[in-house]
């Protein structure tokens, strides 16, 4: 169908060419806008649906539910354990040490 609507904008802007009245001229330029859109939609309709995913390869309710879970708490199974507030607040104070004695030289 896309082949159409491409054939039938093209068909409308030779046309353009040939028509004398601004009354046609302006409907076959509505013509050439309302194919060509659909031609387009219909071309991206078809290239989304060839690089779709099939329905094998879409993820199952149980390894979705297993994606959640990690989602919701993400340091459940981690080996590492976050870092106290004092440690952050340090760390920072360390940092701005450092700055003011790089700018005091």
Known sequence: MRWIFLLAALTCA???FAIDT???LALDILGVLVFATLAVF?????RIDDRARTDGAMLTATEL???RARAANPLAGSPVAPASEDAVAGSIAALRAR???RRNR
Not at 42 to 46: I, L, P
Request: glycine share 12%; net charge negative; proline share 6%.
């Open 14 to 16: 030779a046309l353009m």
């Open 22 to 24: 601004p009354g046609w």
């Open 42 to 46: 219909g071309f991206a309709a078809a």
């Open 65 to 67: 539910a297993e994606i």
């Open 99 to 101: 700055s003011e004695a």
